[in-house]
């Protein structure tokens, strides 16, 4: 990392808003840099030396009273915070955009995103090495039942090998710190990860088909799942596949 | 009057579409206004000293949080959450904005130009912070909020919704509509003039 980066990510962990593997980046820096430490502690210093409580104003009765007339009668209740997702989603491609540009626009925010980037990782993952499948079979009926016990779902699993994607295997893999599981396809040289896990009551409906570091990434709701397909394929043929793969998985609805 | 630029349209959206979870635009208009009161009222505070920074004048702040507050009931129907905070201020912005800038004739650099600023000398190579052995002086509470009220537009705002309401870079991203990449960088600068404000207020030390 260099000063420059530093100079700007010390703000990020003094708010803390890094990662812990971004956090260890930036402070392996601090380490090795007087000039950059030096920095952290004058902003600390600064952060010290400036309470909330003196910056904040307190708004005149007066206008209160204004409002308070122009809004119905009181009924107190108070509003329900989201708790602030802390610590930025930077995917493993952040070093490496890191070290190219200082302009951290690419971070990914949100939970969403963060969730992205670990499903990307993930697939990159099962690509890397011997770890694609935890079992390999094209038989539907012996992948599911292999999850049994692993996961908290009973993931649906089809085999689309008719429909041109044909069913590899399944693995066990981790999103978002949970179990999930994993259903391996392959078209002609590409494979294709579906991952499954159990839907957050009111989690998102994502139609589109995202993008990170070249893989597509489609993610969507059904029969109380939540599912990411991400692969290499082109987003037409991802799309595709999720068509087949709905189609297949719930044959008619109701039935 | 209060036709808005297209940004300030997709901040008011609030993500509309993330999240379905909209019982705000049923029920008839009192419940919902009782509603927006409950949840919008107890962030009066924060909303005021906003706009006290946002335009540095008492009376200008009173109108703009009366005028947030009337757009935000009106407006509550598409509010899909996730924070009522963030997204009062998001309105109170477009409010210091769009009327009282070009009212007062006064310049309100919250937007645009400032990129060029935040270019123009890369924050590494400006003149560094100083060194360690200076410690900074506690000034009182009037002091403070001057040498913050001193900022230039961009970067006061930084100060006031990170430090004083203590928004995650997202939130801020979300506030003032633009990447996170510039929250953290216009952060970076806002605190950068912060101190060096600071040193200087207690004059040349003999």
């Given at each position: 990392?260099?000063?420059?980066?530093?100079?700007?990510?010390?703000?990020?962990?003094?708010?803390?808003?890094?990662?812990?593997?971004?956090?260890?980046?930036?402070?392996?820096?601090?380490?090795?840099?007087?000039?950059?430490?030096?920095?952290?502690?004058?902003?600390?210093?600064?952060?010290?030396?400036?309470?909330?409580?003196?910056?904040?104003?307190?708004?005149?009765?007066?206008?209160?009273?204004?409002?308070?007339?122009?809004?119905?009668?009181?009924?107190?209740?108070?509003?329900?915070?989201?708790?602030?997702?802390?610590?930025?989603?930077?995917?493993?491609?952040?070093?490496?955009?890191?070290?190219?540009?200082?302009?951290?626009?690419?971070?990914?925010?949100?939970?969403?995103?963060?969730?992205?980037?670990?499903?990307?990782?993930?697939?990159?993952?099962?690509?890397?090495?011997?770890?694609?499948?935890?079992?390999?079979?094209?038989?539907?009926?012996?992948?599911?039942?292999?999850?049994?016990?692993?996961?908290?779902?009973?993931?649906?699993?089809?085999?689309?090998?008719?429909?041109?994607?044909?069913?590899?295997?399944?693995?066990?893999?981790?999103?978002?710190?949970?179990?999930?599981?994993?259903?391996?396809?392959?078209?002609?040289?590409?494979?294709?990860?579906?991952?499954?896990?159990?839907?957050?009551?009111?989690?998102?409906?994502?139609?589109?088909?995202?993008?990170?570091?070249?893989?597509?990434?489609?993610?969507?709701?059904?029969?109380?799942?939540?599912?990411?397909?991400?692969?290499?394929?082109?987003?037409?043929?991802?799309?595709?596949?999720?068509?087949?793969?709905?189609?297949?998985?719930?044959?008619?609805?109701?039935? | 009057?209060?036709?808005?630029?297209?940004?300030?349209?997709?901040?008011?959206?609030?993500?509309?579409?993330?999240?379905?979870?909209?019982?705000?635009?049923?029920?008839?208009?009192?419940?919902?206004?009782?509603?927006?009161?409950?949840?919008?009222?107890?962030?009066?505070?924060?909303?005021?000293?906003?706009?006290?920074?946002?335009?540095?004048?008492?009376?200008?702040?009173?109108?703009?949080?009366?005028?947030?507050?009337?757009r935000g009931l009106r407006h509550f129907d598409t509010y899909r959450g996730p924070a009522m905070k963030p997204w009062l201020f998001a309105i109170l912005r477009n409010v210091c904005r769009s009327e009282f800038m070009r009212r007062s004739g006064v310049a309100l650099a919250i937007d645009g130009q400032a990129e060029e600023d935040e270019d123009a000398v890369p924050l590494w190579q400006e003149a560094p912070v100083s060194p360690e052995a200076e410690m900074l002086?506690?000034?009182?509470?009037?002091?403070?909020?001057?040498?913050?009220?001193?900022?230039?537009?961009?970067?006061?705002?930084?100060?006031?919704?990170?430090?004083?309401?203590?928004?995650?870079?997202?939130?801020?991203?979300?506030?003032?509509?633009?990447?996170?990449?510039?929250?953290?960088?216009?952060?970076?600068?806002?605190?950068?003039?912060?101190r060096k404000a600071w040193i200087a207020e207690e004059g040349p030390s003999t």
């Amino acid at each position: 990392m260099t000063c420059a980066e530093s100079e700007v990510l010390l703000h990020a962990l003094l708010d803390g808003e890094l990662d812990a593997g971004h956090a260890r980046e930036v402070e392996t820096h601090l380490e090795t840099c007087p000039r950059c430490a030096r920095h952290l502690v004058a902003y600390r210093e600064l952060q010290q030396a400036m309470p909330a409580a003196q910056l904040r104003f307190t708004a005149p009765m007066s206008l209160r009273r204004r409002i308070e007339t122009a809004l119905p009668a009181a009924r107190t209740s108070t509003s329900s915070r989201r708790s602030v997702l802390k610590g930025f989603a930077m995917g493993s491609a952040l070093s490496a955009a890191m070290a190219a540009t200082l302009v951290v626009a690419v971070i990914r925010t949100d939970h969403d995103q963060r969730v992205l980037g670990d499903v990307v990782s993930a697939h990159v993952r099962s690509l890397q090495g011997e770890h694609l499948t935890d079992v390999q079979t094209s038989d539907q009926h012996t992948v599911k039942p292999w999850f049994n016990g692993k996961v908290d779902v009973a993931p649906p699993v089809v085999d689309l090998t008719a429909q041109g994607f044909r069913l590899i295997g399944g693995r066990l893999d981790y999103l978002d710190g949970k179990a999930v599981a994993s259903i391996v396809y392959r078209r002609r040289m590409h494979v294709i990860n579906l991952f499954i896990a159990q839907a957050a009551p009111s989690e998102p409906q994502g139609r589109k088909i995202d993008k990170i570091q070249g893989f597509n990434i489609r993610r969507w709701n059904a029969q109380g799942f939540e599912f990411w397909a991400v692969s290499d394929i082109d987003a037409a043929e991802l799309q595709e596949f999720v068509e087949k793969f709905d189609a297949a998985s719930h044959p008619a609805s109701g039935a | 009057m209060l036709d808005q630029p297209q940004r300030q349209g997709l901040t008011l959206a609030w993500k509309a579409g993330d999240d379905m979870r909209a019982s705000n635009g049923s029920g008839d208009p009192n419940d919902k206004a009782r509603r927006f009161r409950d949840a919008a009222l107890p962030h009066l505070d924060d909303v005021y000293t906003l706009a006290r920074y946002l335009l540095r004048n008492g009376a200008d702040a009173e109108d703009a949080v009366q005028e947030c507050y009337l757009r935000g009931l009106r407006h509550f129907d598409t509010y899909r959450g996730p924070a009522m905070k963030p997204w009062l201020f998001a309105i109170l912005r477009n409010v210091c904005r769009s009327e009282f800038m070009r009212r007062s004739g006064v310049a309100l650099a919250i937007d645009g130009q400032a990129e060029e600023d935040e270019d123009a000398v890369p924050l590494w190579q400006e003149a560094p912070v100083s060194p360690e052995a200076e410690m900074l002086r506690q000034w009182d509470a009037k002091t403070i909020r001057r040498l913050v009220e001193d900022l230039p537009d961009p970067f006061r705002e930084m100060i006031v919704l990170r430090e004083i309401n203590d928004l995650s870079y997202s939130e801020i991203a979300d506030v003032v509509g633009v990447p996170i990449g510039t929250v953290m960088s216009r952060l970076a600068r806002a605190r950068s003039m912060l101190r060096k404000a600071w040193i200087a207020e207690e004059g040349p030390s003999t």
